[in-house]
């Protein structure tokens, strides 16, 4: 089993920055690929970043690229999501994911663990 926890959420103004933070327990962290997805009310969760196994890897949907950078740091069992530019359209739950195995990095069904999710709001 793998624990998240997902911080670092708030309300912030249109064209700020927030760093959301994914603290992992449970087995080795390292062993994970790991995601970013959200999902808006009414919408379908959707694939924001993700990270393999290293980090040397990074892959980030089209809606954000250039905006968000993805990053870990497997000596703290910790992924990052850093989140600039932000727009109203960003406004979402957040959920970090561990995939274990052959990664699928931008579908949420291949992910084994889940955190709670933790709300991020950009006023306009």
């Known amino acids: 089993q793998v624990q998240l926890v997902e911080s670092g959420g708030g309300l912030v103004q249109a064209g700020g920055s927030l760093r959301l933070s994914c603290a992992a327990s449970g087995r080795t962290f390292s062993n994970y690929a790991m995601g970013w997805f959200r999902q808006a009310p009414g919408k379908e969760r959707e694939f924001v970043a993700a990270i393999n196994r290293n980090g040397g890897s990074t892959y980030y949907a089209d809606s954000v690229k250039g905006r968000v950078t993805i990053s870990r740091d497997n000596a703290k069992n910790t992924v990052y999501l850093q989140m600039n530019s932000l727009k109203s359209e960003d406004t979402a739950v957040y959920y970090c994911?561990?995939?274990?195995?052959?990664?699928?990095?931008?579908?949420?069904?291949?992910?084994?663990?889940w955190g709670q999710g933790t709300q991020v709001t950009v006023s306009s």
């Open positions: 994911a561990a995939q274990s195995g052959f990664p699928r990095y931008r579908d949420y069904a291949y992910y084994n663990y």
